[in-house]
């Protein structure tokens, strides 16, 4: 008997486009999150008319009960962790819900380009930044998209998880701001090419201490990897505190805290100003250089400062003139070489008569010099260098030089070392005195203690991106995991027990996800303002706000009932940060 068979040699190749699309997991998580909640909705509406079967249901379920009773079973509370496996990784919680939108720009490849976004951030794109899915460098014009998160909203928004595991422990991550960049060409995504950075400048705010306002904390550059669905510390943020502290929105204690930052800061003019001052009474003395033996691989000049040839920029009455002539005439085999850090030039340059040179200092061992023409003049970074036995008669004048400098050094600091202690602890005393009076003042508000020295601080994060998606700066903080066993119901009786809950500690600027069906809730903060919220099966935000948990005393083996809002479903990102305000 003949069968028919239909082979294909040589098929045509998927589209790696195509290869990632069907590989998008969490896309089919969500279709499956998205049918188990549109089923536990439709069981909702229609309970009414299940209610001929309901004897049927209750028998069913007295028999179950006895079952497991009398098998000595219970079914263990899924734990949080396991319930979030379980979730797409990123998930948008309510898909109509547009996040934080995307700014673009166009970039010339062949010269890359600065884009300035309005909060003040900058992007630096290099040249030839851009490869396509090979590896490939491509040319023409590369469109960039950017967007910024800044606080809770932008992070519930737009699904970005904020757990952080490292090592087998669990963190959360406290952001100082988060920004998503991508590129297409042509409508198809780019990647950045091998070695290629693009210099990130994001301006946002973090919380800090008044009594530490200018310190800088210490944050993290983290970057999303959605190929392992975690978190990767990348480097450390070179963050800057820019302006002096604001009031948090909506502080009870507006009017003191601010009087409070005022003092803070006047205490800290005063500081500066008299540790200037104290400096300026011993002046520093200037550190030797050691000299720099003639390399063979780098270009030289000569130059003499003896028949007036150079012309000589000096800005301390012809000391500086005075001192290269001296070079020249204690080593007589001084050359000129050009330093690593010289502008690029063109080698012709040295076939060129240059009508006049000068030459000016930038420090005690390299110069600027300028070879100067009517049609054209080159500026370079030189060094003065030596050969042989000038070599080693400067080595050694160098080692006696850098005694007498550390002598002088440490005399300095021992005549300037405790008068400067003397001023710090002034200044710290003082903050402290104006800190106790700020407590007099204020009355510590329950469940609000930690709010009451925080107050904001805008700030520029520094680093480089080397990959497209989802950049982070941040520091881990430890989950803090309160044992609590709650059933949580709407005003409309409908419960949620087996749902992604959201909570945000106002403290700290991170979203912590939990299951309602688990025993414990991660990142409730009993000495912080705490926020909780559901989205319930038809996209609305139901919120439960800090005075039910404040009230909570919860004996072991009870259960406590907590009550959320259903405030309705927000039309826009404005409408759903106003719903979830504290």
Request: aromatic fraction near 10%.
């Amino acid at each position: 008997m003949s069968k028919n068979y239909h082979f294909k040699f040589n098929p045509e190749q998927p589209a790696k486009a195509d290869i990632e699309q069907q590989r998008d997991f969490d896309a089919l998580m969500k279709q499956y999150q998205a049918a188990k909640r549109a089923q536990r909705s439709a069981k909702i509406r229609h309970l009414a008319f299940r209610s001929l079967s309901a004897a049927a249901a209750v028998a069913l379920l007295i028999f179950g009960v006895r079952a497991v009773f009398f098998s000595g079973e219970t079914t263990p509370p899924i734990s949080n962790t396991a319930f979030l496996k379980q979730q797409p990784y990123i998930d948008q919680p309510i898909q109509s819900l547009s996040a934080p939108t995307f700014a673009n720009f166009r970039v010339n490849t062949a010269k890359g380009g600065v884009y300035e976004y309005p909060s003040g951030s900058k992007l630096v794109v290099p040249a030839a930044a851009f490869a396509n899915d090979y590896g490939q460098l491509i040319g023409g014009e590369v469109d960039v998209f950017y967007r910024e998160m800044h606080d809770y909203v932008d992070f519930f928004t737009s699904g970005i998880p904020m757990r952080y595991d490292s090592a087998g422990n669990a963190f959360q991550l406290e952001s100082a701001g988060m920004i998503e960049l991508y590129a297409e060409q042509n409508g198809q995504r780019v990647q950045l090419a091998v070695g290629k950075k693009i210099d990130i400048e994001l301006a946002s705010e973090i919380m800090i201490r008044t009594d530490r306002l200018n310190e800088p904390p210490s944050y993290n550059v983290y970057y999303l990897d959605t190929l392992i669905n975690q978190w990767r510390y990348q480097d450390a943020d070179q963050l800057q505190l820019l302006e002096t502290g604001q009031v948090i929105g909506g502080d009870p204690h507006k009017v003191e805290k601010t009087d409070l930052l005022e003092a803070l800061r006047v205490i800290d003019i005063r500081k500066e100003s008299r540790l200037s001052a104290l400096e300026s009474s011993v002046p520093m003395p200037v550190k030797p250089l050691r000299p720099i033996q003639a390399s063979g691989d780098r270009p030289t000049l000569e130059l003499n400062f003896l028949d007036g040839s150079v012309q000589v920029e000096d800005a301390q009455n012809g000391q500086v003139e005075s001192e290269l002539a001296q070079l020249q005439q204690m080593y007589q085999n001084v050359i000129w070489q050009i330093s690593e850090d010289s502008p690029a030039y063109d080698q012709r340059a040295f076939a060129v008569e240059w009508e006049s040179v000068s030459i000016r200092p930038i420090n005690n061992r390299d110069y600027e010099l300028t070879l100067i023409h009517p049609k054209n003049q080159v500026t370079l970074i030189v060094s003065p260098v030596l050969m042989g036995e000038d070599f080693q008669k400067a080595l050694d004048r160098y080692a006696e030089e850098l005694v007498a400098y550390q002598k002088t050094m440490a005399s300095r600091e021992a005549r300037l070392g405790e008068e400067r202690e003397a001023i710090l602890q002034t200044a710290e005393a003082e903050k402290q005195a104006a800190i106790a009076q700020y407590d007099e003042n204020v009355a510590p508000e329950e469940g609000a203690a930690d709010l009451r020295y925080l107050v904001r601080r805008k700030v520029m994060n520094r680093f480089k991106a080397d990959k497209l998606g989802v950049w982070n700066c941040a520091r881990p903080v430890p989950v803090n995991a309160q044992p609590l066993k709650a059933k949580y119901k709407d005003q409309y009786g409908n419960t949620y027990q087996e749902d992604k809950m959201y909570l945000v500690d106002k403290s700290k600027n991170t979203v912590y996800q939990f299951y309602s069906g688990s025993e414990v809730i991660e990142g409730l903060n009993p000495n912080a303002d705490n926020l909780i919220w559901v989205v319930t099966p038809d996209d609305q935000i139901a919120v439960l706000r800090t005075g039910q948990l404040r009230r909570i005393n919860q004996q072991p083996g009870q259960s406590t009932t907590l009550e959320l809002q259903v405030l309705g479903q927000p039309a826009d990102a404005r409408e759903a940060r106003e719903m979830l305000q504290f």
